[in-house]
């Protein structure tokens, strides 16, 4: 049985929860709470699965992978059916491109830690905070709203007619957009992916909410 260590808040962990969801893998969820206590990641215990203390953490028999993107290709190449980057170098390129949009450029500047740092050790409000999450969210949903215009051939997805690890990593920073009260009316196609997705069991029950965690 694979093991997922997971915060039902942590968008990261949520793509891991999705990516096994879309695979059909069935798995244990150890709670990692990231703020009760000072954060259980920094607990002994954590430490030994993650020294960076970050969720997610994927067990698989005697390996662990860390990063979330790491699990994500990690599932597709060991459990390959359905498959969720495209078969074709270029198109795994392509929806590379778009989940590291979300991944690399809104996701690190936004997450917990970074949040905490700008309201605690740098003196911001919350206002300040959350008026910082929506520009970088905003700015990243203008390079994929691009991005998407552009495809010749666009299906329901991202890319094409069945998700992808770029739908994977757009859905969570949809829900973390949404808390933020960023605006998505000028995103007319990630919503319209957001509306496909949520469609579907996979991304339905990798839902913070449905989490066993969820607060």
Excluded at 34 to 44: K, N, V
Excluded at 142 to 159: D, V
Excluded at 194 to 214: G, R
Aim: hydrophobic share 40%; proline share 7%; glycine share 6%.
């Amino acid at each position: 049985m694979l093991k997922l260590y997971d915060y039902f808040r942590s968008s990261a962990a949520y793509r891991a929860r999705i990516a096994l969801n879309l695979k059909g893998l069935e798995y244990d969820s150890i709670p990692v709470h990231l703020t009760r206590g000072g954060g259980e990641q920094f607990g002994s215990d954590y430490s030994a699965v993650n020294p960076q203390h970050l969720v997610p953490a994927l067990v698989d028999g005697d390996l662990t992978v860390n990063q979330s993107m790491a699990i994500i290709e990690y599932l597709d190449e060991v459990y390959p059916d359905p498959a969720i980057l495209p078969r074709d170098a270029a198109g795994r390129a392509h929806v590379r491109a778009l989940a590291q949009i979300v991944a690399c450029d809104i996701h690190p500047v936004n997450n917990l830690r970074i949040r905490k740092y700008i309201v605690e050790e740098l003196g911001c409000s919350e206002d300040q905070r959350d008026t910082w999450m929506r520009h970088w969210i905003t700015k990243g949903f203008e390079a994929y709203e691009a991005f998407l215009a552009a495809q010749p051939n666009r299906g329901r997805f991202s890319y094409g007619d069945t998700p992808s690890m770029a739908d994977i990593c757009l859905i969570p920073q949809i829900f973390n957009a949404r808390a933020a009260k960023a605006d998505l009316d000028p995103f007319p196609l990630i919503r319209a992916v957001d509306e496909a997705c949520q469609a579907l069991p996979a991304f339905q029950n990798a839902h913070p909410s449905k989490q066993p965690d969820s607060e």
